[in-house]
Nanobody, 125 residues
Framework: EVQLVESGGGLVQAGGSLRLSCAAS????????IGWFRQAPGKAREGVSCISRSDGSTYYKDSVKGRFTISSDNAKNTVSLEMNSLKPEDTAVYYCVAREGIWCPLRDPAEFSSWGQGTQVTVSS
């Protein structure tokens, strides 16, 4: 059974930083694409970032490029999202997601079969 457990959310002032982590288990880590979606109140879920474990390719939503960095730790089966220069509009519940295969279709949340429980990120102005 695929399990994704997020940690690291919290409250931070605008301009600050947070690091989210996703501990993955129950599948062959290298065969999956793992990423992050977020959902703000009253808004649809949106893809933030993704890493393809097969070749290490990374993908980002335009509005977070240059501020967020996704990385993976093979030994620990974890994926992290380093978030810098946070803005109030980054406030949302952040979900770790996974799908088998090499692609990272960040525009379609339905493509990701596994989801974590979510962690709240709140950025105050």
């Amino acid at each position: 059974e695929v399990q994704l457990v997020e940690s690291g959310g919290g409250l931070v002032q605008a301009g600050g930083s947070l690091r989210l982590s996703c501990a993955a288990s129950g599948f062959t880590f290298d065969d999956y694409a793992i990423g992050w979606f977020r959902q703000a109140p009253g808004k649809a879920r949106e893809g933030v970032s993704c890493i393809s474990r097969s070749d290490g390719s990374t993908y980002y939503k335009d509005s977070v490029k240059g501020r967020f960095t996704i990385s993976s730790d093979n030994a620990k089966n974890t994926v992290s999202l380093e978030m810098n220069s946070l803005k109030p509009e980054d406030t949302a519940v952040y979900y770790c997601v996974a799908r088998e295969g090499i692609w990272c279709p960040l525009r379609d949340p339905a493509e990701f079969s596994s989801w974590g429980q979510g962690t709240q990120v709140t950025v105050s102005s």
